[in-house]
């Protein structure tokens, strides 16, 4: 498979969406069960998990500011290298 300027496939299948830091505030996130979403400032939802949060010890807050990655897993997008600015 070639790689273009737009994405790349991993080695877990997945592919990672290239272009990027991306910018959005936390929807919400349960912190109990580890899971959330973030609203991208392109008006899209994206998951987020707690292995995908870089400081993952403690978590996110509704509204909350972030910048993060985005691969395409066969489930829609999920952020990573989610980071608080």
Not at 24 to 38: E, L, Q, R, S, T
């Amino acid at each position: 498979m070639e790689a273009t300027a737009e994405a790349v496939v991993d080695l877990t299948a997945e592919v990672v969406i290239k272009g990027g830091l991306m910018e959005g505030k936390v929807k919400w996130y349960d912190a109990v069960k580890g899971y959330g979403f973030i609203h991208t400032d392109d008006d899209k939802d994206v998951f987020v998990h707690r292995s995908g949060i870089k400081d993952a010890q403690f978590g996110l807050e509704t509204d909350q500011a972030v910048q993060f990655e985005v691969k395409e897993s066969d489930r829609g997008p999920v952020a990573f290298d989610v980071e608080v600015i």
